[in-house]
């Protein structure tokens, strides 16, 4: 069996939520959450690796478990629970907005041989659109399903997703309309 | 006299023009090109460095005068003649969109002490923002005065100063209303 | 009280040292790392933040608890035990030989406002070497006290303090000359 | 026909040597310039890129003209002179020590699907070693010819060649037994 050259990123699902407009964006995450579980189940059935790219929260001590302890304490539990990093799934920890800066991310991506990156998570019109941008500036075939990221306003959302789509040549089909076989043999 | 920590960049401005939706983006950049050339005779007044921050078009020979050459023989000249570099405007070729990506940019702004940008140019949706976005990450304090950009689409326009307001809390004051003289103290 | 404008890094000393050459690198270290607790003592005594730059042993899952937890079960522990990181010490883990390269370290830095590098650890032919290189080219003054790295060969060890010296013109005075309330003040 | 995935290096070349120490590295480039311009010469009959990576020498102009035409006012003009860029070379522009460093040079690597890089230039134990060091972290495979690098004094260029084939795991062969054949195939 050959190897993926697909990714699947989750950006920032472990989440407090607990900051001045947290309270909108779980609203939006709440129901995105289960699309994106969905997902990530028939990716990880495609042996695509599964990266998680998440915020450091202040911490700079790299220690993913005490992050994603914290989170499990705050509003954003009701999300974390339902997308809790698996034993063979990759953790990033991002001390900024975008998943390429000051981090290990293109180098994974590197050893790994990715082409292509389905990025999924919130925020849609901050971390999503900034990785986004950097995958595109690093000229990864981007894949964003419109319906597994959320923001917190709504109207913020679209306009992502229209500079993601537009700026970024991204393919932002649904989810579940997502061909994964056609990744598998791309190029 | 104290150093200016307030550095203006001229993003794309030195541009051929002549590709798909070029047409739309010269429409939409002669009107903007004055209010520019105003605000850079402004700011050049305060002692406000001015850096472009260009498109290399595939050159890879990092020769600044080659590529103003190849854009006057283009539909841009109509724009690029009005804004030419001056003798003591900084020059930095960029390979992609976002000005800090592959360019000295971010070196040279550490060397100046610069803590505040202006950010103008074309595209808005695409050029403008990703180095805006790079800019946040890299804690600038970022104005981007939104009549000094424009794009192919006025609706992408309009979606990107939303981006660049909201999520990278930029000040977008028009380019007229700006308080040149409250950088100069700012740190 | 003023902030330290200095941080100190120590590269790699929880190690596994299992690998091949592992043996002389250890044998080089024991006498090395009672000098640099020392130090470390010392330079805590004076408020100047501690910051671990550690390699992710191909672990990619940032979790730096786990990586302690397994130098602890290999040869490296003799060395690792005497200089574990206490809780208010940063951890950050580095991909590469390099501490900047692919890691949060330069963000941190910038956001502590550190000038001066006093740099630690080991190997010092290769990944205390490429730190200090890149540090000097982000522009920070630096102190790299010859006796608080070591190398697998003496000889290699002995070039590397040379190239530190004379090409990245660092401070190599050893440990305990180094007068760390000179720091404090410096910018 | 096959596009090469190698590509060579000449690292600041293009010098004044008009500053301190500047005399000894135009004495020991002047013998090797003639081995790096026959080497290139190969290169080229192979359809291999000729990449030039050179200083900015603080002009933030990103003019390659202007740098070679000041070079060539000054003691550096002997070997400038012998070794000027071709037409079909590339140029980039570095502000730092590294050919990496805050350059399109990766980029540009990356767009040429280049896997192999021989080095060549000056200083051996400062932008050639930085150089390699940086490729060596982004996973090329480094060819240095010893014969090719020359550095201020020759025990710190025997120094900078000993961490370049230890470290780096670098092929330091010299230039006439250089099979480039033997690159063209490789990957």
Redesign the interface.
């Known amino acids: 069996m050959s190897r993926s050259n697909t990714a699947m990123l989750i950006i920032d699902m472990m989440n407090k939520m607990d900051f001045e407009g947290g309270e909108d964006l779980l609203k939006h995450s709440i129901p995105m959450v289960d699309r994106l579980v969905a997902l990530k189940e028939r990716v990880k059935g495609k042996d695509i690796p599964i990266i998680y790219v998440n915020d450091?929260f202040g911490q700079?001590?790299?220690?993913?478990?005490n992050i994603i302890e914290e989170c499990m304490k705050k509003p954003g539990k009701e999300v974390v629970e339902k997308i809790l990093p698996e034993e063979n799934d990759?953790?990033?920890?991002?001390?900024?907005?975008?998943g390429f800066?000051?981090?290990?991310?293109?180098?994974?991506l590197?050893?790994l041989g990715i082409d292509n990156l389905i990025l999924t998570g919130i925020a849609g019109?901050?971390c999503v659109?900034?990785t986004a941008?950097?995958a595109?500036?690093r000229?990864y075939n981007l894949y964003v399903p419109k319906d597994c990221m959320a923001s917190e306003k709504e109207s913020?959302n679209e306009?992502?997703i229209?500079?993601i789509k537009?700026?970024l040549m991204a393919d932002t089909t649904e989810s579940t309309e997502l061909d994964l076989d056609s990744f598998v043999q791309k190029k």
Chains 1, 2, 3, 4 share one sequence.
């Open positions: 450091n700079w001590q790299d220690n993913a478990a990759y953790f990033i920890i991002k001390p900024k907005h975008s800066f000051g981090t290990q991310l293109d180098i994974l590197h050893q019109d901050i659109l900034f941008n950097d595109y500036m000229e913020d306009n992502a229209q500079i537009r700026s």
